[in-house]
């Protein structure tokens, strides 16, 4: 039904992987939570974050209208191709942003969805399990005793990735004299 495969759970070595998008074993956490909040009306936010209680205190920081959440899943994966491919799927609900005009069974559904067509595992968490997992995750590996590395480190490896990538695009794409 939409995307929802009863039976899956998640164990502590299901937050972190050992092989990282190209193969390399570095025994870091790539875990994040994808989320649906409820904003006014029928509007519906859907995200990625490794933090998503953080996520909504900042949001509630710009929003006279109380949020509050209508679905936190935890997957193993980055999480962003799941909400990709959840904005996809409605877009021709988008009222702005990542914001939908749906109700939140039929957000929670694409999220669901989307996780389902990419075959990535995702699991339905309460707001209060967050902060647990969260630390879990940040405890070090029980098979390597590896401690994860800091986000920073992932955060600076990735965005080099994307502005070596953009600078190839761009080197193709020029006009050639």
Known sequence: MMGLRP??????????RAVSRQGAADN???????????GAGNHHKIGVSTDPIARIATLQTGSHEPLDFAYIGVTPGTGFNVE????????????????FSVPASIAIGAVLEAANRLTEPMQQVQPAMVPQIIQLAKLPDPATGKKP??????WMLWTSIAIFALLVLLVATAPKH
């Open 28 to 38: 870091h956490m790539t875990g994040t939570f994808v989320y649906v909040i409820r």
């Open 84 to 99: 990709q491919l959840a904005h996809e799927i409605l877009k021709d609900y988008r009222a702005t942003g990542e914001w």
């Open 7 to 16: 039976g899956i759970s998640f164990g502590e070595n299901d937050f972190r």
């Open 149 to 154: 590395a800091p986000r920073w480190m992932h």
